[in-house]
Structure formats: C-alpha cells, structure tokens
Nanobody
Framework: QVQLVESGGGSVTSGVSLTLSCVASSSDYSANWWGWYRQAPGKQREGVAA????????VYAESVKGRFTISRDSAKNTVYLQMPNLKVDDSAMYYC????????????????WGQGTQVTVSS
C-alpha cells in the first residue's frame, strides 16, 4: 500500500497562512483524484478540497471556497493545500486522501488516507 505523507501543519495565530503538502511514498503512484479532509475534536470528518489529477478541476467545501487553494505538482507527485488567513475554526487534523470512487465529500469514497498533520489556530 502506497503511503501518503502530509507535512506543513503547525500552531499559528489567526490571520497567518500555512501550506500543507502531501507526497506519495512511491513516485509511480497514480491516483485519479487527490484531496484534503479535516477533522476537529468532536466533529465529523469534512471534505475540504479535491482535485482531478488529469485536468485540475478543483472542488471545495463551502466553508473554505474562495480562501483555500488545492493544487498538484505531477512531476513531484505532490498535492498542496494553501490556507491563507487562517481562522480559529480551521483548527483540525488535516488528512491527505487519494483514489476516489464516488462523491468526493464522502469519506468512504476515498481509498487511501494519510496519517494527518495538525493545524491549530489561536486567536
């Protein structure tokens, strides 16, 4: 099983920006879709953003649309999540996901999950 490895999380104050990265453990790994999920304590996992490998076509949750940006560097087999102007409500464990079958906003539709990277935003 190819592993997804996230990085870039941290503890920051509101208004600061972070960029998360996710790289597959194998350079040969090819997923149809890549995405990011997050889960805050006591809350369900929420799909944040996803991107189609071949043509881009990013999709976003309403809660981050217009603020977060997902992108992919195919040469590095890496997916990024740019998160400018972070808010306290953005605090969560962020997970990289890959290989989609179905609705991107359903956690069960994704086959491969990373271990997560923690983002904590304080006021």
């Amino acid at each position: 099983q190819v592993q997804l490895v996230e990085s870039g999380g941290g503890s920051v104050t509101s208004g600061v920006s972070l960029t998360l990265s996710c790289v597959a453990s194998s350079s040969d790994y090819s997923a149809n879709w890549w995405g990011w999920y997050r889960q805050a304590p006591g809350k369900q996992r929420e799909g944040v953003a996803a991107i189609f490998s071949r043509r881009g076509n990013p999709v976003y949750a309403e809660s981050v649309k217009g603020r977060f940006t997902i992108s992919r560097d195919s040469a590095k087999n890496t997916v990024y999540l740019q998160m400018p102007n972070l808010k306290v409500d953005d605090s969560a464990m962020y997970y990289c996901v890959a290989d989609l079958k179905g609705d991107w906003s359903r956690p069960g539709a994704w086959s491969n999950w990373g271990q997560g990277t923690q983002v904590t935003v304080s006021s």
